[in-house]
């Protein structure tokens, strides 16, 4: 049993699908007042493909399990859809530009997922006991940043590739994967960021290691806090607390409320561990206000609320912060979950 060697530059064989396009397709829709619906629906979910989109032909897909097993395996879509069905629903959230990993890009969503168990696929391969890392490669490849690249290539801890909702999905929100989202199979693992819920999955691979590549060990690794002078590096994996306000939106003019009424600001926390508390400030985060917050299920993001009673009319500042219960929250600035604020201008009813 030997670890395939890693071919970065994997020769393009005549069978590999095309790619329409063939270079980096964003679709970023939904500003964060715009992400009212608690389900987002296919199309106003944002699209990220680093090296383009392959048009992949289903009948002749398959996905091979390789590396560290007992048992490779090369299955076809008829043997994934003999397995039990399996639904979850889950935020999803892009990290954002790697080349500014500081940045929040606020591009989150929250979808419902439908495939297999992603544990089960593993485990019927027999993982040998020394596989600490599932490599997942996507059919897409070329140049990124001025890289080429063979594939695009993932990898995950085995303990996360084994978690109860890490999938290979088939299914977003009901219908069958578009072309953009991964058709016909990708990996799902709820809680971590997006990048590394790999699209179009065709392998995978258990190996001792983490796989060295562009997109693994180059981009997508932010500097320890509190490190010396040589920073270790943490893989973007699991997503930090994070939360953003829908409602009300930039710019909105509000009618200051009279007597004991009140403004109902609201918004979506999330995070990978569990939100022990989401707040809210109404004067630059001098103040907090805990927020209610409605129950987690399972990786799904959680609506917060708080009533705001302004006393004074003119502009103002709402912010929003969530903890999750390892303590962690959101820094002011200089964190791609830094904290959200919008501005508002209270004035005075007619
Ligand atoms: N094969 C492949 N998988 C990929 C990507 C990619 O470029 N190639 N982009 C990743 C990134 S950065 C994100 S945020 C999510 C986005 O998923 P979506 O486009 O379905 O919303 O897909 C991930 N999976
Ligand atoms: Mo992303």
Not at 40 to 61: I, Y
Not at 74 to 98: H, T, W, Y
Not at 146 to 167: C, F, H, M, W
Not at 265 to 277: E, K, N, T
């Amino acid at each position: 049993m030997t670890e395939a060697p890693q071919a970065l530059e994997a020769p393009v064989g005549p069978d590999w699908p095309r790619l329409e396009p063939a270079t980096t397709y964003l679709r970023f829709p939904l500003a964060p007042h715009e992400l009212a619906a608690n389900v987002t629906p296919v199309g106003d979910l944002f699209v990220l493909a680093h090296l383009g989109v392959p048009r992949v032909d289903r009948e002749a897909w398959s996905l091979e399990i390789g590396g560290l097993v007992d048992r490779p395996q090369r299955l076809r879509m008829r043997d994934l859809e003999a397995l039990p069905m399996k639904s979850v629903e889950a935020f999803l959230q892009c990290a954002g530009n790697p080349a500014t990993p500081t940045v929040p890009a606020r591009l989150v969503g929250n979808v419902h997922w439908r495939g297999v168990s992603l544990a089960t696929v593993l485990d019927a391969a027999g993982i040998s006991p020394q596989a600490r890392f599932v490599w997942t490669y996507g059919l897409d490849r070329g140049e990124f940043m001025g890289t080429r690249v063979g594939r695009y290539l993932k990898d995950l801890p085995i303990e996360r590739a084994r978690s109860a909702d890490a999938l290979i999905a088939f299914e977003l929100n009901g219908a069958p994967l578009t072309p953009e989202h991964g058709y016909p199979a990708r990996l799902v693992v709820p809680g971590f960021y997006g990048t590394n819920s790999v699209k179009w999955l065709y392998r995978m691979e258990l190996s001792r290691t983490r796989a060295q590549g562009l997109f693994t060990t180059t981009l997508y690794n932010d500097p320890e806090e509190g490190t010396g002078p040589e920073p270790a590096l943490r893989a973007v994996w699991s997503v930090a607390p994070e939360s953003l306000i829908v409602s009300p939106g930039p710019g909105a003019q509000i009618a200051r409320p009279a007597g004991t009424d009140t403004v109902e600001v609201w918004g979506w926390a999330w995070g990978d561990a569990d939100i022990a508390q989401a707040e809210v400030s109404f004067d630059g985060g001098l103040q907090w206000t805990r927020a209610r917050l409605e129950p987690r299920r399972g990786r799904a993001w959680q609506r917060f609320s708080a009533d705001w009673s302004p006393r004074a009319t003119g502009p103002a500042e709402i912010q929003c912060r969530a903890t999750d219960t390892v303590g962690r929250t959101q820094p002011r600035t200089g964190a791609r979950n830094a904290i959200h604020t919008v501005s508002v201008t209270v004035r005075d009813a007619l």
